[in-house]
């Protein structure tokens, strides 16, 4: 696909306030304004017009995610200076694009909606923080305000550690550095060593995919740091556990013991649809690094982790079914749009929580 028509397209999909534009081959390419795909007259999208502009946007290390994953996410910079997130995917041997508009600006927490204990864990000074979320969860959006939080304290030093960097932060009290992987670090493990010769108090990793990253993190958290680091899961216990399973099983219990000992909190989150207007809400699933979370842990018995965070809400912790409640409470979400993401699914639409439990 020639970029004159990419360019084009970008341009509808700026005056009609489109969140996406999806390229599909053999379909017309489609808009997404408010839940709904918007067509126009457009020719439909040859599957080697696709190959073509993807092959100009790929890098090594994008086409060796893509084949590993499925997915690739990379930034593409259009003639006008606007910047889009562009998501590959292939499947059934087609590669279909999704291009999205990225804020100028970073996100700020009270723009988020999220739980205020996220933005409580920036106020940490050492230790791990996951932060899961699968593509499309708004994962990449949550750690972007993290970093922005974390630019507003004097008294930091800050390292992000990005496969893309999606958001550029100004200069602001914190000295902040972006690192972008393939750019300026070989891998996300030598971003992390790189921060940790420089000094840098906190260390924000966009992706923990591999056991190198994951092992400097810990060693990182180890030395005194504060690490953030983003894992593709859908659950807390998710996130715990696709770390641990990055080791072979003779190391496990070794990592479990180290994760147990630097282990702040983990969220993990999805975007829900709204009940009364356009848009999504996160709902976001919260647990802090106790003494029973980190015993839980260290043992393997990650199918203990929701039945201590249900126990243990008055330390800010929150399960999935609770936030739901809450979104019901609160009529931002549908009993049927909640169902789909409770685990105890008829308690959940049946009981939604008291408002002095919100």
């Known amino acids: ?7 084009t397209l970008l341009q509808a999909m700026t005056r009609v306030g489109a969140s996406a534009l999806h390229l599909v081959p053999g379909r017309t390419p489609a808009l997404r304004v408010q839940r709904r795909f918007v067509v126009g007259d457009e020719a439909p999208v040859r599957g080697e017009c ?6 100009d946007l790929l890098f090594s290390d994008h086409r060796e995610q893509l084949a ?35 804020p100028e600006t970073p996100p700020q927490f009270d723009q988020l909606e999220l739980p205020p204990q996220v933005a409580g864990f920036t106020r940490c000074r050492s230790g791990l923080l996951l932060v899961g979320g699968f593509f499309g969860a708004g994962k990449s959006t949550t750690l972007a305000a993290i970093v922005e939080a974390l630019n507003q304290d004097q008294g930091r030093h800050v390292m992000t550690v990005e496969d893309t960097i999606q958001y550029v932060h100004q200069d602001g009290p914190a000295l902040l550095l972006q690192r972008e992987v393939g750019t300026h670090v070989a891998s996300a ?36 740091c504060l690490v953030i680091g983003g894992v593709e899961a ?40 709204r009940t009364h207007s356009a848009g999504r809400v996160p709902v976001v699933e919260v647990m802090v690094g106790n003494l029973a979370v980190r015993q839980a842990i ?12 249900q126990r243990c809400r008055g330390l800010g912790m929150q399960s999935i079914d609770v936030a739901l409640r809450q ?27 008291p408002h002095h439990a919100r």
């Open 1 to 7: 696909m020639d970029t004159k028509r990419i360019e």
């Open 50 to 55: 696709i190959d073509d502009f993807v092959r």
């Open 68 to 102: 590993r994953t499925g997915h690739v996410a990379v930034l593409y910079v259009a003639h006008s200076g606007s910047r889009y997130r562009v998501t590959v995917a292939e499947a059934n041997g087609q590669t279909s694009v999704v291009i999205r508009p990225m």
């Open 189 to 224: 493990a030598d971003g992390i060593r790189e921060a940790m010769l420089i000094g840098v108090d906190v260390i924000v990793v966009g992706e923990l995919r591999d056991l190198a990253a994951v092992e400097a993190a810990l060693a990182a958290a180890e030395s005194g």
């Open 234 to 273: 859908g659950s807390v216990v998710g996130a715990i556990s696709e770390v641990v399973h990055l080791a072979a099983f003779e190391q496990r219990p070794r990592l479990r013991t180290r994760l147990a000992r630097v282990l702040r909190g983990a969220t993990a989150q999805s975007l829900l649809n």
């Open 298 to 309: 260290r043992r393997g018995a990650l199918h203990e982790l929701p039945g201590i965070m």
């Open 327 to 353: 979104l019901l409470a609160n009529h931002l979400v549908t009993p049927e749009e909640a169902s789909l993401h409770a685990n105890e699914r008829e308690e959940v639409v049946a009981s939604p929580l």
